[in-house]
């Protein structure tokens, strides 16, 4: 499985974008798809996750209410629509796929990844 994550760019604060993370391989369905960032010196956290078949949606709590993560099977690709965006949302984003089936919260458990997409939020 291949990953490309797009859709990041320069935003101010209260302002949305959409992520795209875009997969090749045909059993990309049977992935769980996570979504984390890395800030400049800052460890890489868990931002949100989808089982597989796109019925369990899991958020961080600093992004819950504002991030809606979702999943299209037939074109292999997770979205992450980010509405009210702020300064500290501030990172770059990587999606990452997980052979189980609900995924984790941890970088550790995922298989693949893509390259990452920066996200800028200008106060």
């Known amino acids: 499985v291949q990953l490309q994550a797009s859709g990041g760019g320069l935003v101010q604060a209260g302002g949305s974008l959409r992520l795209s993370c875009a997969a090749s391989?045909?059993?990309?369905?049977?992935?769980?798809t996570g979504w984390f960032r890395q800030a400049p010196g800052k460890e890489r956290e868990f931002v949100s996750v989808i089982s597989w078949i796109g019925s369990n949606t899991y958020y961080a709590d600093a992004v819950k209410g504002r991030f809606t993560i979702s999943k299209d099977n037939a074109k292999n690709t997770v979205h992450l629509q980010m509405n009210r965006l702020k300064p500290e949302d501030t990172a770059v984003y990587y999606c990452?796929?997980?052979?189980?089936?609900?995924?984790?919260?941890?970088?550790?458990?995922?298989?693949?990844w893509g390259q990452g997409t920066q996200v800028t939020v200008s106060s």
């Open positions: 990452a796929a997980a052979q189980s089936g609900y995924g984790s919260i941890t970088p550790n458990e995922y298989d693949y």
């Open positions: 391989g045909r059993t990309f369905s049977r992935y769980a």
